[in-house]
Nanobody
């Protein structure tokens, strides 16, 4: 099982980035997927999670209307489209996936403890 991320980098405020996460060894079309981010000194936070099996799409309030999670099942790849980026979006972003029977064991919609497989993380910096 492997999740390999690409994308990220430096972008000006108001700009856009798309993060990609290609999966191998697990079927993204049946797994719950999520994107998380972390800044130094703070806990990792779930910003968007999706489960077709559970009929759930969740976004953190601070990214609603600006970020979009999606998958391309033919490529077994998940994406996070990020628009109208703000300096406070600066963080290390990680993709994650988990079997449907494990998702939401914590009772939450986008909790890192529920996710079994992780990408390597990529830095996103929003700055002028």
């Amino acid at each position: 099982v492997q999740l390999v991320q690409s994308g990220g980098g430096l972008v000006q405020p108001g700009g856009s980035l798309r993060l990609s996460c290609e999966a191998s060894g697990l079927p993204l079309d049946t797994y719950a997927i999520g994107w998380f981010r972390q800044v130094p000194g703070k806990e990792r936070e779930g910003i968007s999670c999706f489960s077709a099996t559970h009929g759930i799409t969740m976004y953190k309030d601070t990214v609603k209307g600006r970020f979009a999670i999606s998958t391309d099942n033919a490529k077994n790849t998940m994406y996070l489209q990020m628009d109208s980026l703000k300096p406070e979006d600066t963080a290390v972003y990680s993709c994650a996936a988990t079997p449907p029977e494990v998702y939401r064991k914590s009772g939450h919609y986008c909790d890192a403890v529920d996710f079994a497989s992780w990408g390597q993380g990529t830095q996103v910096t929003v700055s002028s």
